[in-house]
């Protein structure tokens, strides 16, 4: 694991209760160390501030999605939804607000490693719908038999809904039953449909394949 922060304080209680939770953490200072770090050994998450000089947290979190799929967890001290937005639409699977319990940041944490890792003992092998084939166990996505990235929160979604075809969700309904999350910003199921939609519609702008069931939530159509 990869905490990354330029405040000193708040990373050295971030990586005593990580390392009290039993991870093994390594940390950094600033951004382009952090991208250094993982380069040299691939983090399986990284904790990250947003508000660094130089390389910020943002820019850190699209460079580390460009390289792969590594979960990431954004440390940020803008509490306005819009700004939690960018962070979620950079591709950081979540977020925690600036002051933080350090205990809610390691639950987050461990919430975010098992969506990541998944649980083979409760999920099929694949679902494949035309051209979309969801690996349920290797936790890929491959459309017209091209792989797409995806986070692990992502993954959950699409996973969550191609397994309940022609079934409308609330927004409440999809944090609770695909995150477990009995409250929150419903806008975060918004911004992550809107990078679902680009992974998998042809046409992101006019969905057919995840749409929006008006006054309800969404609705995954399953191919003719």
Do not use: N
């Amino acid at each position: 694991m990869l905490v990354v922060d330029d405040d000193e304080t708040v990373r050295e209680v971030v990586v005593s209760y990580l390392r009290a939770a039993g991870h093994e953490v390594t940390e950094a200072s600033d951004g382009a160390t952090g991208l250094a770090a993982h380069q040299d050994r691939r983090a399986d998450l990284v904790v990250l501030d947003v508000m660094m000089p130089g390389l910020d947290g943002l820019e850190v979190c699209r460079r580390l999605r460009l390289a792969g799929d590594v979960p990431v967890i954004l440390l940020t001290a803008l509490g306005a939804e819009q700004d939690r937005v960018i962070g979620l639409e950079t591709g950081a699977d979540d977020y925690v607000t600036k002051p933080f319990s350090p205990r809610e940041l390691v639950l987050r944490v461990e919430s975010v490693l098992r969506r990541s890792g998944g649980d083979p003992a409760t999920v099929p092998d694949t679902t494949t719908d035309g051209d979309l084939v969801v690996d349920h166990r290797r936790r890929t996505v491959t459309v017209g038999g091209a792989q797409r990235s995806f986070t692990a929160r992502e993954f959950d979604l699409l996973a969550h809904l191609v397994t309940h075809p022609g079934q409308a969700f609330s927004r409440e309904e999809l944090m609770s039953q695909v995150w477990g999350w009995s409250f929150g910003d419903s806008s975060t199921v918004t911004v992550h449909v809107r990078r679902v939609r680009s992974k998998v519609e042809s046409d992101p702008t006019e969905p057919v394949r995840l749409v929006t069931v008006w006054g309800i939530g969404y609705r995954w159509e399953p191919a003719s």
